[in-house]
């Protein structure tokens, strides 16, 4: 006899309907039906509930329906991946929530240390660029932002724009003291700065003339450069 079949016969050989046994088993007058024609199947304890009722072996009824049994088999490797599953999810959630935690308190920390270290120094946000003006020089930072579940800005850099003479140069110096020196938007001349905020030039691109001005105005470009330094240390550090 199978589980369909045992239903089927206890309700009938009591004289209920379908939606009687459903009452007296908490279930709708559907769920009998569906067990009866094989669509659904009880869970383990409404069967044994059944059984006690109407005094059928467990064992045996079990033992005559496979399909039973292989039900229930299938049904708890379901139940034991769910949860596996679902401890697995809280356990990233949990994760990624303390991570964000610890990111958010960094990126508060970090950013406005920035922002006071910018403000210290006399410099302004204006038009989301950090401005202070010095000696005919204009110096910039950009508003720095912690990327997302990063530990440090994407890019550190510091710029200093002023003119000799009719050039427009623009200076950018970068974590590990590189500097870049542009003439005109154009032409430009990469290096380092030494222990001594001294400019060492490891690539020149710039025209002779261009060269030559360098050379002539050599001192006045260093003390730019040895200024954009200190703010660039102050700020970040």
């Known amino acids: 006899m199978t589980v369909a079949e045992m239903i089927k016969q206890t309700r009938t050989e009591s004289h209920m309907t379908q939606e009687e046994y459903g009452h007296r088993f908490g279930v709708t007058r559907q769920t009998v039906?569906?067990?009866?024609n094989e669509r659904s199947l009880?869970?383990?304890?409404?069967?044994?509930?059944?059984?006690?009722?109407?005094?059928?072996?467990?064992?045996?009824?079990?033992?005559?329906?496979?399909?039973?049994?292989?039900?229930?088999?299938?049904?708890?490797?379901?139940?034991?991946?769910l949860k596996t599953?679902?401890?697995?999810?809280?356990?990233?959630?949990?994760?990624?929530?303390?991570?964000?935690?610890r990111w958010k308190i960094t990126a508060e920390k970090k950013n406005g240390a920035f922002a006071a270290?910018?403000?210290?120094?006399?410099?302004?946000?204006?038009?989301?660029v950090y401005q202070l003006e010095k000696n005919d020089v204009c110096y910039r930072l950009p508003n720095q932002k912690l990327p997302f579940l990063k530990e440090d800005f994407h890019l550190k850099q510091s710029r200093a724009e002023f003119k000799i003479g009719d050039n427009e140069i623009e200076?950018?110096?970068?974590?590990?003291?590189?500097?870049?020196?542009?003439?005109n938007h154009y032409r430009q001349m990469k290096g380092t700065l030494d222990e001594d905020m001294k400019f060492q030039i490891t690539e020149n691109h710039l025209n002779a003339g261009e060269n030559r001005l360098f050379q002539e105005h050599v001192d006045e470009i260093q003390k730019v450069l040895e200024q954009l330094l200190a703010i660039h240390r102050f700020v970040y550090a």
Request: some cysteine; proline content about 1%; charged content about 20%.
């Open 33 to 36: 039906s569906s067990w009866e």
């Open 42 to 81: 009880p869970d383990l304890q409404m069967l044994i509930d059944i059984c006690n009722t109407y005094h059928i072996s467990l064992d045996k009824l079990l033992n005559e329906d496979k399909k039973f049994v292989g039900q229930i088999d299938f049904n708890g490797k379901i139940r034991k991946l």
């Open 85 to 101: 599953g679902a401890f697995c999810a809280i356990a990233v959630l949990a994760v990624f929530v303390a991570i964000l935690v």
């Open 117 to 128: 270290n910018a403000a210290q120094m006399g410099f302004i946000l204006e038009n989301g």
């Open 171 to 183: 200076a950018v110096v970068y974590d590990e003291d590189a500097a870049v020196i542009t003439w």
